[in-house]
Nanobody, 125 residues
Framework: QVQLVESGGDLVQAGGSLRLSCAVS????????MRWFRQAPGEQRELVAL?????????ADSVKDRFTISRDNAKTTTTLYLQMNSLKPEDTAVYYC?????????????????WGQGTQVTVSS
């Protein structure tokens, strides 16, 4: 069974920094892109950042130049990180880790989603 476990969420003052981690465990054939999403109360889940297997990254405009996504593809484990600097109250949300893995279905190949349980980030003004 594949599990994604996030950690690092906390209460921090505006202007501060946090580093989120997401550890992938269990048997997974291959991990393609990995992503961080966030969801604030009453809002839809939004994509914050993604990193492709080749290391290319993409960010939401609201976090560009403040957040950095990275991944560590060790031999037996994969860990995803999100370094968050210059935090703002509007960054307050539950942050979710997501991994995409190639799979075969009855209609052909597709990318399967795996999700973590989320970690709370609260930024006070």
């Amino acid at each position: 069974q594949v599990q994604l476990v996030e950690s690092g969420g906390d209460l921090v003052q505006a202007g501060g920094s946090l580093r989120l981690s997401c550890a992938v465990s269990g048997s997974i054939f291959r991990i393609d892109a990995m992503r961080w999403f966030r969801q604030a109360p009453g809002e839809q889940r939004e994509l914050v950042a993604l990193i492709n297997p080749d290391g290319n990254t993409n960010y939401a405009d609201s976090v560009k130049d403040r957040f950095t996504i990275s991944r560590d593809n060790a031999k037996t484990t994969t860990t995803l990180y999100l370094q968050m600097n210059s935090l703002k109250p509007e960054d307050t949300a539950v942050y979710y880790c997501n991994a995409l893995s190639p799979a075969e279905g009855p209609r052909g190949p597709y990318l399967r989603d795996y999700w973590g349980q989320g970690t709370q980030v609260t930024v006070s003004s």
